[in-house]
């Protein structure tokens, strides 16, 4: 959905930072060849998980939802020298997609795929995270921010992708619309933890900021 119209949207790009090269053969790419290519989170999109990145300059990045890879690559931008980012997915069929560009950045030592349901695999890592990027499904939202909490550096940033979820978030909810419940839940969830600070952003699908304190 768009929030603000096509034409705003194009103005902003084009006012923000290109977006690299590898970056655009992966945007157009996901977009011929793969099912919902929606999900990709886009130029505008992508430029400011990058700078939020090279602002906190993370020793350790998790994402929680790999998609086709070009989030991933986005925050690695902003990784230290020696940092390393985990990405997880539960689409096989996506795998080598996904190496394929991550084998021809800059950092392709320091990107380590895991296949597999995330909350199965997230306690077994044994790390502390300067960054976490949830983009996965949305019912699940609550139980990876739960996981993952005690798992962030002091001062650590947690974001959440999605969250106004198309606008629905403001219109009526089936009460089969489990996504939708499970958003306003986690966005509440989100304002009322004393855990964190948060601020919800209305770019793209919505993205929330949580520092952890």
Request: negative net charge; aromatic residues 8%.
């Amino acid at each position: 959905m768009h929030f603000i119209s096509e034409e705003l949207e194009l103005y902003t790009e084009n006012h923000s930072q290109d977006e690299p090269q590898l970056l655009a053969e992966l945007n157009r790419e996901t977009h011929q060849k793969i099912l919902q290519p929606r999900m990709l989170s886009g130029h505008l999109q992508g430029r400011v998980l990058s700078m939020l990145s090279k602002i906190i300059r993370p020793q350790s990045i998790l994402e929680i939802g790999t998609f086709t890879g070009y989030a991933t690559l986005c925050l690695a931008e902003g990784l230290q020298q020696n940092g390393t980012i985990d990405t997880l997915d539960n689409n096989e069929e996506l795998f080598d997609f996904q190496r394929k560009y991550f084998d021809r950045s800059q950092w392709k030592d320091q990107i380590f795929q895991h296949l597999g349901n995330a909350l199965d695999i997230i306690p077994t890592l044994g790390k502390k995270y300067d960054l976490v990027f949830i983009d996965a499904d949305k019912q699940n939202y609550a139980n990876y921010f739960e996981i993952v909490v005690p798992m962030m550096t002091k001062g650590g940033i947690i974001l959440s992708d999605n969250v106004l979820w198309s606008g629905k978030v403001l219109e009526e909810v089936k009460a089969n619309d489990k996504s939708t419940i499970a958003l306003l839940d986690y966005n509440k969830m989100l304002k009322e933890d004393p855990r964190v600070e948060t601020v919800l952003l209305p770019i793209r699908d919505g993205l929330t900021v949580s520092r952890v304190i």
